[in-house]
């Protein structure tokens, strides 16, 4: 069983940007479609980002495309989430997940990391 930890949260104001790593700390995942999902405050959490490492391909919600960007790098078991031109509406907490399909309804995930917050501020 693989164990996921999220880093790279914190404060920042609109416009800035973050980077979020999330780590595969037993490499069980290397072949898993990896995928950022994140919750606000009384919100359901939603769908970001998601890299099929085995079809080359990502997918994004039209909320983030163009802003933040996927990627891994299985030779250090991360996955990494790129944000930039921050905004308010950004401010979750960020959640990596693994499954075998690229889903992007949280509820079809089984492996997911503790959440890292990022909070923009205006």
């Known amino acids: 069983q693989g164990q996921l930890a999220e880093s790279g949260g914190g404060l920042v104001q609109a416009g800035g940007s973050l980077r979020l790593s999330c780590v595969d700390s037993?490499?069980?995942?290397?072949?898993?479609?990896m995928a950022w999902f994140r919750q606000a405050p009384e919100k359901e959490r939603v769908f970001v980002a998601l890299?099929?490492?085995?079809?080359?391909?990502?997918n994004y919600a039209d909320s983030v495309k163009g802003r933040f960007t996927i990627s891994r790098d299985n030779s250090k078991n991360t996955v990494y989430l790129e944000m930039n031109s921050l905004t308010p509406e950004d401010t979750a907490v960020y959640y990596c997940?693994?499954?075998?399909?690229?889903?992007?309804?949280?509820?079809?995930?089984?492996?997911w990391g503790q959440g890292s917050q990022v909070t923009v501020t205006v």
């Open positions: 997940a693994a499954a075998r399909v690229p889903f992007t309804a949280p509820r079809l995930y089984d492996h």
């Open positions: 037993r490499g069980a995942f290397s072949s898993y479609v």
């Open positions: 890299i099929d490492w085995n079809k080359g391909s990502t």
